[in-house]
């Protein structure tokens, strides 16, 4: 679903500001050996029920459910089954999506330099794959992503959240779209197609890796940009993709929406920015005076920079030292961030923020750091399972992830904010004013977060070391 701010696409600042991006995309790729099954065929007899083809959009209402992911009984014809709360796992999958962004970011550490991610995108991918995983696997890979449901409420909840979040009457547009590239020749079965088709809205699209995977990782490479304006290409770099692969799970996001206040050019001008204690870069740096919410809490503060239409927001959490960008990162925690929210005042203040672009080059790879998080099954080509996508007993053709890659990018000028993100889960087997008194100067690293005000979904996070680089 897109929605459009009341601007249009085309729209302006009184015919001088055009408005702002912000772009996701997801890729997740599973691959298995040679010699897995040459037939393509969903598993025999009558699917599991699926999630109902249209979520409720204001009260829970029942819903079949399909078998528990840790095997148990079918609910037998007649059987009563209990509703699907679907705000309530919404709710919880925001929680789960946040937790886990900030365990994955304390990873990063050692990363220098600008860093974005973006926290949904790596949770609907990863959710996705997880759905299709049984036993010890499913059991890490639910502890390290935090999720609290079974996966036919995982999904439910995924619908309700990204419903809400592309809810026309919003004065922006968002785009969340998924998808599934499956070998052709492949078997699938039928459960985790209906589950990722009804619950995360992913049809499958046949492809031929077998002959040409070249020309395949090129092909979803292309739906990657186009999903993305184009902002994130090459996500899956040469060899990510081979004869090996089997199913390839995407999930892009494009959020299109325009400052509440926008800077004003004329106001921007080359200021000193702190990049440590022995480097200072002059930067072009942007400047706006107005009433803006922020708070002071430990030893950082936090602005909020709204959007249009106030559902959603930037945040910028600057640490009170120069050098204190890394202990801000290993105290991030739910709890600070809700306790920041809760404390946003409004203020009149002079703000200055330097532009900046985080554009790599390269995506970043996963594996070590969800490793790290208790993943670990999933990456073992001995013992990972995941049934739940294709059963096969034969240890050979055992499907695990070879590969999580993400991949970022952000812009921050005058108009406003443009990013991007995209992320693949590789599976495969052994192969002029008076201004106010009060200023928040943001003249050396510090962090960022979009974020949703109403759900409170972390949509992206990043650092900025260096504004002068990408």
């Known amino acids: 679903m897109d929605t459009s701010p009341a601007s249009g696409d085309r729209g302006s600042y009184n015919g001088r500001m055009k408005p702002i991006r912000t772009i996701v995309a997801t890729a997740c790729a599973l691959c298995l050996p040679l010699g897995a099954p040459s037939v393509f065929a969903e598993a025999p007899g009558p699917g599991p029920e699926t999630l109902p083809a249209v979520m409720p959009k204001v009260k829970p209402t029942p819903a ?30 925001t929680t789960a999506s946040n937790a886990f962004a900030l365990d994955l970011w304390k990873t990063q550490s050692a990363t220098r330099g600008n860093l974005a991610m973006s926290p949904t995108s790596l949770t609907g991918a990863l959710a996705m794959t997880w759905s299709g995983a049984k036993g010890k696997t499913e059991a890490q890979m639910r502890t390290a992503l935090h999720l609290q449901d079974a996966t036919n409420l995982v999904a439910a909840g995924w619908r309700r959240l990204t419903s809400g979040l592309q809810d026309p009457s919003r004065k922006l547009k968002l785009r969340m779209v998924n998808r599934l590239f499956g070998e052709q020749s492949f078997a699938f079965e039928r459960s985790f197609l209906n589950l990722t088709d009804a619950g995360f809205g992913a049809p499958l699209e046949k492809l031929d890796f077998l002959s040409n995977a070249e020309a395949q990782r090129a092909h979803i490479n292309d739906w990657v940009a186009k999903q993305t304006e184009s902002r994130i290409k090459d996500l899956l770099a040469s060899g990510t993709i081979d004869t090996n692969t ?19 050019r004329e106001q921007t001008r080359d200021e000193k920015f702190i990049v440590d204690k022995t480097t200072t870069k002059n930067v072009a740096t942007m400047h706006q005076q107005g009433t803006l919410r922020t708070t002071k809490s430990g030893k950082a503060s936090v602005l909020e920079l709204p959007y249009r239409g106030d559902d959603t927001a930037m945040w910028i959490i600057l640490p009170d030292a120069v050098n204190g960008l890394a202990a801000l990162e290993a105290g991030l925690s739910a709890k600070q961030i809700a306790t920041w929210n809760a404390n946003l005042k409004a203020e009149e203040l002079s703000l200055s923020l ?84 009060k200023e928040f100067q943001v003249d050396h690293p510090f962090l960022f977060m979009i974020v949703d005000k109403k759900t409170g979904l972390v949509l992206f996070m990043g650092r900025v070391v260096d504004p002068s680089q990408t």
Not at 246 to 264: G, H, M, Q, S, T
């Open 64 to 93: 079949p459910a399909p078998p528990p992911p840790h095997g148990g009984e079918r609910p037998v014809p007649g059987q009563m089954v209990e509703p699907i709360d679907d705000v309530a796992a919404a709710a919880r999958l």
């Open 246 to 264: 089997k199913l390839v799970l995407v999930n892009a996001i494009y959020f299109l929406a325009d400052w509440a206040n926008p800077f004003k």
């Open 354 to 437: 330097p532009k900046f672009e985080v554009n790599p080059t390269g995506s970043l790879m996963l594996n070590e750091a969800l490793i790290k998080l208790g993943m670990k099954d999933a990456f073992n080509e001995k013992v990972a399972n995941f049934e739940g996508i294709s059963k096969n007993k034969d240890a050979k053709q055992r499907l695990f992830i070879t590969s999580v890659v993400h991949k970022a990018f952000v812009k921050v000028d005058e108009k406003g904010t443009e990013a991007a993100a995209a992320t693949a889960v590789v599976m495969g087997t052994r192969s002029a004013m008076r201004l106010p008194d």
